[in-house]
């Protein structure tokens, strides 16, 4: 099947800093990526729909300006969380999905994000 | 709005048992995929069984089945012959239409006992 990439897979940083995660999309390309955020035990939360060559979409509650989505290419998209705090930690998972008439989103590993 | 059910938050199974995850959703349209992923301790989201709204028969992957009953709007997974790296959290889907990001349900965490 498909292979998502995220990139880091880890990453602990102090409270003040931004941090960026790469999504990347192996061996396909996709028009549109998804990012979505996990609390431990809870399910899958949407942040937002990142389509390629345009602004992201972000569900109601996510910071435009806290969470920046850059889907540059079609294999790319980047989620900075800037200014990150102790509330910013989380899970955060990516998924990819090649083409319209594709029914199955493909995801990323997951990036674990501690903020100090 | 599409929205989907998970009513039992944990389950357990015995290893070699069977076991069935429930899911019910909510939805106005005509056309819409239901998905089932398992994610371990790791996170990682590992994609399980599909079914289509217009497939007719239920779908099958290996041990896992899929109980479609339309009608009710329910996909429930039913694990054949448990085993102990079953143990993990499972989700149920759906995937309205189009490039539409998927709907989740709150998961079942389902843990397998020797």
């Known amino acids: 099947g498909a292979v998502v990439s995220q990139h880091p897979s880890r990453v602990i940083c102090k409270s003040g800093t931004s941090v960026k995660i790469e999504c990347r999309s192996l061996?396909?390309?996709?028009?549109?990526m998804f990012w979505y955020r996990q609390f431990p035990k809870k399910s899958l939360m949407l942040m937002a729909t990142?389509?390629?060559?345009?602004?992201?979409?972000?569900e109601q509650g996510v910071e435009k300006d806290k969470f920046l989505i850059n889907h540059a290419s079609l294999t790319l998209s980047t989620l900075t969380v800037t200014s990150a705090h102790p509330e910013d930690s989380s899970f955060y998972i990516c998924?990819?999905?090649?083409?319209?008439?594709?029914?199955?989103?493909?995801f990323g590993p997951g990036t674990r994000l501690t903020v100090l | 709005a599409q929205k989907i059910t998970q009513t039992q938050p944990g389950m357990f199974v015995q290893e070699k048992e069977a076991v069935t995850l429930d899911c019910t959703y909510d939805?106005?349209?005509?056309?819409?995929?239901l998905f089932w992923y398992k994610q371990p301790s790791s996170g990682e989201m590992i994609f399980l069984i599909y079914?289509?709204?217009?497939?007719?028969q239920n779908a099958t992957e290996g041990r896992y089945s899929l109980n479609f009953q339309k009608a009710r709007k329910s996909a429930n997974l039913v694990i054949s012959a448990s085993q102990l790296g079953d143990s993990a959290m499972y989700f149920c889907?759906?995937?309205?239409?189009?490039?539409?990001?998927?709907?989740f349900g709150k998961g079942t965490r389902l843990s397998v006992i020797a």
């Open positions: 889907a759906m995937l309205p239409s189009g490039n539409t990001p998927l709907v």
């Open positions: 079914q289509g709204s217009y497939d007719q």
């Open positions: 990142s389509n390629e060559g345009s602004k992201a979409t972000y």
């Open positions: 998924s990819a999905l090649p083409g319209l008439t594709y029914n199955e989103q493909f």
């Open positions: 939805t106005s349209d005509p056309s819409y995929g």
């Open positions: 061996d396909f390309q996709a028009t549109t």
